[in-house]
């Protein structure tokens, strides 16, 4: 019997999370992965706090885009931000804040946050759990089948700490590699066998346990291997539990956090563990209730309702969070980023709310995040459509990429073995020995050099599509208003230069489509239509 067979036909007699006090791990997987043999370990202590806010986000009245408010205003009238109210940025008119984001403008102004416009992938699901699956996995992969089962960090945090859990704690690393504040493990930290990450949802209450499987004598018996791995998972978890409980109660936080915010309590959390000394590279939290099908804003006040409660506890606990940080002389360690599995769409329904939806905003946040907005205003049709979907201009793997190379110093090839394939990193994170020297307005500028234009334009059966690449790998997707990717027009490397492709009786039905171009950290993106 293997592993996973044990573990699938014991799962409902052996609850791991309840039998181990809040402290869970999962066996999923298969064999180890070869990228050990491309990673050695990275001399760094930084830290990522990621953040999720569950249920899909409504991110254009999180980020506003000002430069087209006539159209987003059209498209949603009934829930749509009023212009006047929308917080304004430093150094930008084209997009501002929820009126209910008071804490995060000061940390933008302050030049300690980043938004990048329109995050998402190809074929975007709209189901929250598959959805929320590819987030974590990093694999969108249509079929459940052939989906990975471990989570991007967790591929991360295998090869950066190869031996895992047998050898740690160690000298080089005596704390749990990741920790999420919740009850159970997610995805995000899953290795191959074991979770790389530990759960907890109060330090506090963490009490020393017995190992309930050291009473069981290991002989031939065909289930001996999975005796060992609970015995593995017992001690581990008895080890890391005193560690963590000993290091929240030699911390206190030392900023005010804002009472009845449950993202804040997680934060506060975080922030004691970091300073209790813990070298712990991963933390997750999460925020929920972002599901807005219904009573989105309040009719007579749109900049008030239930999104305008999320915005304000999500701003003001990240704030309080920051605050903590840099009075406890962290800020140089510490780099956040939040995710919701998908956005909302554009036109909003009857019942003053949106529904599932594809791109969405990602803020980066902490003194070593690049200030400023990547990328435009999502394109937002005149006559809007209530299937149009927000096309993406970045893909949420070239964010984690950004993360990895730019904040873990992880190297090529390993970087592609984590992300399963090459995905370009972004100007997103600044300082340190691994950070990027380009900064998110230069590129903003190089992307808008970039040529891309097709004549006619509305097209019937031919086209002429025409493009410039700097050089390098160059990507061209033609995508449908769902925000599904219809057709690759062009995925090669180019020698830097202009370029045409006829288009001719492509077979796609009549509507609007939009012409995605990627080459290496550059996008553009090019409303089009065709008719009959």
């Known amino acids: 019997m293997n592993r996973r067979k044990f573990l699938s036909n014991t799962a409902q007699a052996v609850a791991l999370p309840a039998l181990l006090n809040g402290f869970s791990f999962t066996a999923m997987g298969e064999t180890h992965s070869k990228i050990t043999e491309l990673l ?50 430093n150094g930008t008119d084209k997009s501002g804040l929820h009126p209910a984001m008071t804490a995060l403008q000061n940390l933008y102004n302050d030049g300690k946050m ?31 089948s052939h989906r990975v089962k471990t989570g991007w960090l967790g591929r991360y945090l295998e090869d950066e700490f190869e031996g895992y859990p047998d050898a740690f704690p160690n000298n080089s690393m005596p704390d749990p590699l ?16 074991y979770s790389m990450g530990l759960s907890i949802t109060n330090p506090e209450k963490v009490y020393t346990f017995q190992n309930p499987f050291s009473d069981y004598p290991l002989n031939s018996a065909p289930a001996n291997k999975e005796l060992r791995f609970l015995r593995v998972v017992s001690e581990k978890t008895k080890i890391y539990s005193d560690i963590i409980r000993d290091a929240y109660q030699r911390a206190a936080t030392m900023a005010t956090y804002p009472t009845e915010n449950y993202l804040a309590d997680q934060l506060k959390i975080v922030a004691r563990l970091i300073k209790g000394g813990l070298k712990t590279r991963v933390y997750t939290v ?17 900049s008030t309702g239930l999104h305008a409660q999320l915005m304000k506890n999500l701003s003001t606990a990240i704030d309080a969070f920051q605050k903590d940080i840099e009075l406890m ?6 780099l956040g980023m939040t995710y919701s599995e998908f956005g909302r769409r554009i036109k909003s329904n009857a019942s003053l709310g949106t529904d599932h939806g594809s791109a969405a905003p990602v803020i980066m946040f902490g003194k070593n995040a690049k200030a400023g907005i990547l990328g435009n205003s999502p394109d937002i049709p005149a006559d809007i459509q209530v299937v149009n979907n927000i096309p993406l201009q970045y893909d949420f793997r070239s964010v984690y990429a950004s993360v990895l190379a730019q904040w873990f110093c992880v190297k090529q090839p390993a970087l592609d073995e984590i992300l399963l ?10 300082g340190g020995p691994c950070g990027l020297p380009d900064d998110i307005d230069d590129t903003n500028n190089n992307a808008n050099k970039l040529v891309l234009k097709m004549w006619p334009n509305p097209y ?19 995508i449908n208003s769902l925000g599904q990717v219809v057709k690759v027009l062009a995925n090669q490397n180019y020698a830097a230069g202009t370029y045409n492709i006829d288009i001719y009786n492509d077979g796609l039905p009549s509507g609007a489509y939009f012409i995605r171009l990627q080459n290496e950290s550059l996008q553009k993106v090019l409303s089009v239509v065709k008719v009959q």
């Open 460 to 478: 019937h059966v031919a086209a002429t599509l025409q493009f410039s690449t700097n050089g390098g790998h160059t990507l061209i997707q033609q």
């Open 421 to 430: 394939q090459n995905y370009q990193a972004l100007p997103l994170i600044k």
């Open 178 to 193: 990741a920790i999420q504040i919740s009850d159970t493990p997610t995805l995000e930290v899953q290795g191959n066998i």
């Open 329 to 334: 002389n962290l800020q140089d360690r510490v």
């Open 40 to 89: 050695g370990r990275t001399d760094t202590d930084h830290v990522l706090v990621l953040i999720q806010m569950a249920g899909g986000n409504d991110g254009l009245n999180m980020v506003v885009p000002l430069d087209i408010y006539a159209n987003y205003y059209n498209a949603r009238t009934n829930v749509a931000i009023e212009q006047s109210k929308v917080l304004r940025l």
């Open 286 to 302: 999460t925020i929920g209730g972002f599901d807005t099908h219904k009573k989105q804003v309040n009719a007579s006040d749109t």
């Open 114 to 144: 980043n938004i990048i416009q329109s995050v998402g992938y190809d074929n975007p699901s709209f189901s929250h759990f598959h959805a929320t699956d590819i987030w974590r996995t990093g694999d969108s992969t249509a079929i459940r």
